[in-house]
């Protein structure tokens, strides 16, 4: 039993072949030994050779540890073989009712995320597919980069449970757990991430955030130089940096959490 595998010590880089038991040990160790989260990982069950080959190269692509499946017989068989992170499964398997499928993935602990491919435009099928358990529907005229940033999402809601936020302060390093990049900030930027991060997507005052500075009486153009400062470090060090959003007569709020 084969799948295509993401090696976990080289990240997003080196591929390789290898079984499906042989991956998930390897992404345990490199998980524990980390602290951080391995590739994610995601099974395409799709009956359509041509529609699941193309689905498996786009996440590969993207550095994905995937394995796939052209029924619901094979993909019972990988329901044992330890936690895949997404499941993408086709309502309309040749040997058995892609809902019952549905049910047996989404009663494992941890539970997967599971995205429900078909061709059916019909309103009950919807209905039926959410009260079964899966967290997305899409029909198959879905976009592979639609269908692969649906997985995203899923993944990322997981990892956050599991691992903790996006963003980590570590001394006056700011860390992405994600991508694992880091920018250093100077003292009075960790400040201000500090205090923003603990109260994400909440206005934070212009005069707490000088009262942190310790600088109760600055003028708050200062800290407007700081703001501007800060966003472009953030937005030369990460591809996707946390977002300082200006709150008109407030101060400032920040669109993600930071812990510290």
């Known amino acids: 039993m084969e799948g295509i595998f993401t090696c976990?010590?080289?990240p997003y880089a080196k591929r390789k072949k290898c079984s499906m038991l042989e991956s998930l040990?390897?992404?345990?160790?490199?998980?524990?030994?980390?602290?951080?989260?391995p590739a994610p990982s995601v099974i395409i069950i799709e009956d359509e050779d041509d529609l699941r080959i193309d689905l498996a190269e786009s996440f590969v692509n993207a550095g994905w540890e995937v394995t796939t499946a052209a029924n619901g017989r094979e993909a019972l068989l990988k329901l044992s073989?330890?936690?895949?992170?997404?499941?993408?499964?086709?309502l309309q398997l040749s040997d058995m009712d892609g809902f019952l499928l549905l049910q047996r993935v989404v009663s494992q602990e941890p539970r997967p995320g599971s995205i429900i491919l078909t061709a059916s435009i019909d309103d009950s099928v919807l209905v039926e597919?959410?009260?079964?358990?899966?967290?997305?529907?899409?029909?198959?005229?879905a976009s592979l980069r639609a269908i692969h940033a649906a997985a995203e999402n899923l993944y990322h809601r997981q990892t956050k449970v599991a691992y903790g936020p996006d963003w980590i302060l570590r001394g006056r390093e700011l860390h992405c757990r994600i991508s694992g990049h880091s920018a250093r900030l100077t003292p009075s930027e960790r400040i201000i991430v500090a205090t923003l991060g603990r109260s994400p997507q909440q206005p934070v005052s212009k005069d707490v955030l000088l009262k942190a500075l310790n600088r109760p009486f600055a003028g708050?153009?200062?800290?407007?130089?700081?703001?501007?400062?800060?966003?472009?470090?953030?937005?030369?060090?990460?591809?996707?940096p946390p977002e300082i959003i200006p709150v008109y007569g407030v101060g400032y709020m920040l669109d993600c959490s930071v812990q510290s």
């Open 8 to 10: 976990p010590a080289f």
């Open 25 to 37: 040990s390897t992404r345990r160790e490199w998980s524990a030994q980390n602290s951080c989260p």
């Open 81 to 90: 073989s330890g936690h895949i992170d997404v499941w993408i499964i086709d």
């Open 129 to 141: 597919s959410f009260r079964r358990g899966c967290d997305i529907f899409l029909n198959k005229s």
């Open 220 to 240: 708050k153009l200062n800290l407007e130089v700081f703001i501007s400062r800060l966003r472009r470090k953030l937005e030369a060090s990460f591809k996707e």
